[in-house]
Each structure stands twice: as C-alpha cells, then as structure tokens.
C-alpha cells in the first residue's frame, strides 16, 4: 500500500517589516511623480501640413471665418516660424481646419478675395470665430462678372439664381445662369439642374460656392467666395 504523500507547505505570509518597506517605496514613487513639474501646454507640432496657395484646395466643409484679436499677427508656419506676412486687428481671416493649436489662415480684404500671399498658419489664441450669418437672402457677388442672388419664399422654400461672364483661352466670351430651387443639407445648400450641382457654404458673412464644373463651359465656374451686398 503506497503511503500518502506529505501536504505541499503553505506559502508563509511575507512578515510585517517586508509589507511596510513595500509600501513605503510605492508612497515614495507616488510622491515623486506627483511632485515632479508639468511641461507648459504648447500647441503641437504636425509635420506635413501646409497651407496651399490656393485656399480652393482646401474641402469647403472645414473652412471658417475668423477675426483677429491680437494686437499685430504674424503668419507662420505649421512650426511656428514666422513669416513674412502680417495682419493688424481686427482683420478678416478665412481658415482651414485646426492642427495642432493652429490653422492655415488666408486675409481676406473687403470685398476682396482670399489672398494667396498673406496667408500661413495663426494660433487659435489670437482670433475669434466669426459665426455663420443668418442673412442669406439678397445678392452676393464673387467679382464684377459673377453674382448670385437667394430669395426666400412665403412658403420657407428658397431659389437660387445667378449669373457669369468669362473670357475664354480662345477670345470667347461664355455665360452661364443658375435657377432653381435650393435645398439646405446639414451645413450647406445644394442646387441641381440636370447636370450641374452647386453647393453654397455659409462661412461667417462670406458664401464659399463650388460647383461640379458642368454649370458653365470646361474650365469655368461658379465657385469662390462671395461678400454680401444687399
């Protein structure tokens, strides 16, 4: 008969003095950590963005207006590097979307459109966002050849109409004429007449328009930024 194999040993607790020593090294670590100074907040570098000189490149969607708070800005880069350009106070600012603490900025001069050299990226700090306006019936005018005009019915429904005139390569003159109804998705205000498609975007006191370049002849279109004008 094969005799019973003796009970494994109990682990014996640790004693009080290896417990208390344990303890103390995890308050210590604790109060070390805490203690330990926190590195100031600065806005986040991102490498690879840009901001193209053409603000069209830019989706519609993210763009926002901005004024300037700050006493004099001066554009950067995504870095931080300053450049060249500067704005005063008080200045109009269309932007792109944030990265990093900063956004691609362009001035806008009165009515005027998005300059391609003053432009570069701003902190969010310096600037205020100007909220999309709520006047949208009357006409906007893109420049002296291009216009668009929101008239509001009784029954709430709105009509689109617009106009354009643009030299061609060629010497030719094209013209082109927007009418019909819009219809409000979400953010923005889509046209649609056969092949054409526009969408308008409410950004601050500006309309931003793009097209699907079958609303007038190859190469032309409806889109850019609009001021209000009456």
């Known amino acids: 008969m094969t005799a019973p194999r003796p009970a494994a040993p109990l682990d014996r607790p640790q004693s009080r003095s290896v417990r208390a020593a344990g303890l103390a090294a995890l308050l210590l670590t604790g109060a070390a950590h805490a203690a330990s100074p926190q590195a100031p907040t600065t ?25 300037i708070t700050a006493t004099r800005l001066t554009f950067t880069d995504v870095r931080g590097t300053d450049s060249r350009a500067t ?16 956004r691609c900025s362009y001035f806008v001069p009165p009515s005027g459109m998005p ?34 005009t929101l008239t509001r019915a009784d029954s709430g429904h709105w009509t689109l109409t617009g106009s354009l005139t643009a030299a061609l390569p060629d010497g030719s ?26 969408q308008l975007h409410v950004v601050g006191n500006w309309l931003v328009a793009a097209d699907n370049g079958r609303c007038a002849a190859p190469d032309v279109t409806f889109g850019g930024l609009y001021h209000h004008v009456r």
């Open 43 to 67: 806005p986040a570098t991102v490498t690879g963005a840009t901001c193209p000189a053409d603000w069209r490149d830019l989706d519609p969607a993210d763009l926002r207006a901005a004024q």
């Open 87 to 102: 704005a005063q106070r008080g200045a109009l600012l269309l932007q792109g979307p944030a990265t990093g603490g900063r």
């Open 115 to 148: 300059d391609r050299v003053t432009r570069g990226f701003v902190l969010d700090t310096q600037v205020r966002a100007v909220p999309p306006t709520t006047e949208l019936g009357g006409t906007w005018v893109r420049d002296a050849n291009t216009g668009l």
């Open 173 to 198: 003159v094209s013209s082109a004429n927007l009418n019909g109804p819009l219809r409000h998705d979400a953010n923005r205000w889509t046209y649609r007449d056969g092949r054409c498609e526009a």
